[in-house]
């Protein structure tokens, strides 16, 4: 069955160590997009990838990276430089133009320590 | 700047009765809306869409209204079933691409 991994689905970080959060996506989409969900908030946009070997910031990147080496994988590292980590994470992807918006995975809950 | 917006944090309804979830939005490029749905520690799944060029979609129990004029889009749940409790974010993209999303609803619905 097609669909996007997140893993893992806990993930507990001590203060100032960097992680990398995993998503995969076998539903060949070209777009893939990283969320963060936070009480309140609803989901806010931290970085996404049209094609493979290019990315854009979103409206919260700073203290994130990511890389797209893969079409299928959409890495994202929390580094120490994010002040406020602790987090419900979303990877979503899509197909350009797709008409039935994102298809999501199933989160990663991040907790700094 | 939010651009899409979602009022009510929360809202209780009694089983067999319609919940109504709102959703506003300033980008009048947008034409393309979306409603998920989420369970706690779980990734939004897909409910229904509804284009610019349409003002209704009908999907079973679940209706997506819109008003282009009033940029504002409403979900209808008839009959509300306790299963239907979960959070429920409204998104609206242009042209398919980067869809932008409401804080979320908190539907509860009441046995």
């Known amino acids: 069955d097609g669909g996007i991994t997140q893993s893992p689905k806990y993930l507990f970080r001590k203060e100032g160590q960097n992680v990398t959060l995993s998503c995969e996506q076998n539903?060949?989409?070209?777009?893939m997009y990283w969320y963060r969900q936070d009480p309140g908030q609803g989901l806010r946009l931290i970085y996404y990838?049209?094609?493979?070997?290019?990315?854009q910031k979103g409206d919260i990147a700073e203290g994130y990276s990511v890389s797209r080496e893969k079409k299928e994988s959409f890495p994202l590292t929390v580094t120490s430089a994010q002040k406020n980590p602790t987090a419900f994470y979303l990877c979503?992807?899509?197909?350009?133009?797709?008409?039935?918006?994102?298809?999501f995975g199933s989160g990663t809950r991040l907790t700094v320590v | 700047d939010q651009q899409v917006k979602q009022n009510s944090p929360s809202l209780s309804v009694q089983e067999g009765r319609i919940s109504i979830l709102n959703c506003d939005y300033t980008n009048s490029m947008f034409d393309y809306f979306l409603w998920y749905k989420k369970y706690p520690a779980e990734g939004p799944t897909f409910l229904i869409s509804?284009?610019?060029?349409?003002d209704k979609n009908e999907d079973g129990r679940f209706t997506v209204f819109l008003n282009k004029s009033a940029k504002h889009l409403s979900l209808h749940i008839v009959p509300s079933q306790p299963g239907d409790s979960a959070v429920y974010f409204c998104?609206?993209?242009?042209?398919?691409?980067?869809?932008?999303f409401g804080t979320g609803t908190s539907l509860t619905v009441i046995p």
């Open positions: 998104a609206a993209s242009f042209a398919g691409n980067q869809f932008y």
């Open positions: 539903l060949n989409h070209d777009a």
């Open positions: 990838s049209q094609i493979v070997n290019d990315f």
């Open positions: 979503a992807s899509t197909i350009p133009g797709g008409a039935y918006g994102y298809t």
């Open positions: 509804i284009s610019s060029i349409k």
